[in-house]
């Protein structure tokens, strides 16, 4: 018993030091710290997976971590890490699932600072599928959408500065899109339908790299519409006033290259035009020269060899888009053809502001159609006109009334007289037997006799030939086999 009780003693001190080695913390290898925390030991897996591209392990990590501990500090990052998973991974399905679960993260995590995060990440996708102004702007107008919610939600983040950038060369290619469209409808002659993209370009991309060219086209489709005015046939006071309404239009985009953007290129062509409608040219302030060369600074140009191999890109070149000035976050009035049409005609009728009409439409006072009536219905009480009617005149007839006398119609098919022979004549009253029937399998004799009674002026030989047997039996020889 006494050499029993040392052995018994070390064997509780290793049972007592094996008790506390199993409660020594779970060493982390991927974070190089202890922890006790499962969960966190699931984030850093996933982590470590999606830095090498296993993309599919780590959201099937990250969704046990969410599954298994969802009351987990680390839920939110998990979360936010699934999207970053579909994001990392590209391809237009992914970048679609990467949108969900970031709109997801939106939703359970609105007040987290990682939201801002989310929402940038969001404009991102809709940015890195955005195509060059000649093709397909879905992506481009979901771009300028998300940047704009990220600006307006969340001021305050420190993502702000770049969503503002990105969502710069955003509106620059939606920009030279505008301007193309209206370039092509100035170029086939529909100045109304030019006029109103242009007006709406530089209302609401006054950032654009070729604003002053815009402006420029823009007072170049009023002086050309002021041109179709003047060929019109109208009244010359109307006609006037839509030629000053117009003029003065063209003048102001003349004016706002000038005062504006007095740096660019179209300065000079702005202010001869304003010359030649004798118009006063503005001179810009110091404060618009500042603005108007920053802006011209910071825009980068593209090499000869880049813009070669944009050719070959889907993503469009922003290089030219500006670095400085604030984005606009709101859309103004956008102007329509109907209201450049509706303004010329305001302008005739001397009603400025006033909305409606066209400027060929002229309806001269009772001569428009009637309301519209609502349709007849079959079973609805015909109103007796009768009462309303005057009576006919003594000796007028009625073109209605059904005259037994009533000359015979020209076009009327009538019996050829000569070709009846006299039998017509005498036979006049009585109904003619119907003509013998070709392919008819007949009696012989009966054919004979009706032959025979059909007309009594016919000659033997026209008798025998009608009525020969031979050329019935070989007329049932070709229709009927024997």
Partial sequence: ?????????????LLAFTAACTNKKVNNPLANVGSKQPDKVLFDRAMDAMKHNRFDVARMTLQTLINTYPDSEFVARAKLAVGDSWYAEGGSAALAQAEIEYKDFETFFPNMPEAAEAQLKIANIHYQQMEKPDRDYTHAMRAEEEYRSLILQYPDSKLVPEAKQRLLEVQEVLGEREYDIGRFYFLRQSYPAAIARLNSLVDRYPLYSHADDAL???????EAEV????????????????VEEFTKAASDAYTKIVTRYPMMDRVDDAKKRLEALHRPVPEPTQAALAQNKAEQESRHSTSMFGSVLSGFKKHPDVAQATHVGDPTLVDPHVTSAKDVVNRATNAMLGNAGAGGGSITAEVTPGTGPEPNQPAPRSDAVQPDNSATQPPPAAGATDSNELKPNAPADSNELKVDSSAAGSSSSDNAGQALPPPPQVNEVQNPENAA????????STTASEKSTSSSKPKKKKGLKKIIPF
């Fill in 1 to 13: 018993m006494i050499r029993r009780a040392p052995v018994i003693a070390l064997l509780g001190v």
């Fill in 216 to 222: 420029f086209l823009l007072g170049q489709s009023y």
């Fill in 227 to 242: 041109a179709v005015i003047r060929s019109k046939p109208m009244n010359e006071t109307a006609k006037a006033r839509a």
């Fill in 449 to 456: 006799d009706s032959s025979s009674s059909s007309s009594s």
